[in-house]
Antibody, heavy 122, light 104 residues
Framework: QVQLQESGPGLVKPSQTLSLTCTVS??????????WSWIRQFPGKGLEWIGY???????SYNPSLKSRVTISVDTSKNQFSLNLTSVTAADTAVYYC??????????????WGQGTPVTVSS | IQLTQSPSSLSASIGDRVTITCRAS??????LAWYLQQPGRAPKVLIY???TLQSGVPSRFSGSGSGTDFTLTISSLQPEDFGTYYC?????????FGQGTKVE
């Protein structure tokens, strides 16, 4: 059973960088067909896809965040990470890591971490 | 691509038949998934490709539609089905979600 677990600070000051790591267990992050993603959920419950990294290091980002986001992968540790720079209160959300799976021609998020709340405040 | 769900919330009882709709701002064929988020938990995929049930999901859930209009139906609501349902379009980036339908 694949499991994902987010880790990182729950409080970040405005203008600083939000950094989170997702540790994958029960499966290899190097397996093909999976896109390792970050998704956030705002206090009003809306969901926003942030981006993904493939095991090769290939990335794709939401255009709304592209200038501030970096997602990277460390296959030796079976982890992938999110960096979001110049944060503001609008970045306050629960951050999820998730696996975007390619299955029979379709992509969908089949495994999610439990989510980690991040508050941006001084 | 914008996804608009209706209703935003609904009240239902155990055993009720529940229907939720999702409308896309442009045609997306059957590139749609449905998720359920129970309180305090991450979303869980129920249906992908508009009508394909994910492994392990009870058969009381069904999905239909193509193009711009989609429907999620729960044939007989069970206690574990309460929560918020989201639609999401597939295979195109950026991935986007509907705003959610809370079933209470």
């Amino acid at each position: 059973q694949v499991q994902l677990q987010e880790s990182g600070p729950g409080l970040v000051k405005p203008s600083q960088t939000l950094s989170l790591t997702c540790t994958v267990s029960g499966g290899s992050i190097s397996s093909g067909g999976f896109y390792w993603s970050w998704i956030r959920q705002f206090p009003g419950k809306g969901l926003e896809w942030i981006g993904y990294v493939y095991h090769s290091g290939t990335t794709s980002y939401n255009p709304s965040l592209k200038s501030r986001v970096t997602i990277s992968v460390d296959t030796s540790k079976n982890q992938f990470s999110l960096n979001l720079t110049s944060v503001t209160a609008a970045d306050t959300a629960v951050y999820y890591c998730a696996r975007d799976t390619y299955h029979s021609g379709w992509y969908f998020f089949d495994y999610w971490g439990q989510g980690t709340p991040v508050t941006v405040s001084s | 691509i914008q996804l608009t769900q209706s209703p935003s919330s609904l009240s239902a009882s155990i055993g009720d038949r529940v229907t939720i709709t999702c409308r896309a701002s442009q045609a997306i064929s059957t590139y749609l998934a449905w998720y359920l988020q129970q309180p305090g938990r991450a979303p869980k995929v129920l249906i992908y490709a508009a009508s394909t049930l994910q492994s392990g999901v009870p058969s009381r859930f069904s999905g239909s539609g193509s193009g711009t209009d989609f429907t999620l139906t729960i044939s007989s609501l069970q206690p574990e089905d309460f929560g918020t349902y989201y639609c999401q379009h597939l295979n195109v980036y950026p991935r986007t979600f509907g705003q959610g339908t809370k079933v209470e």
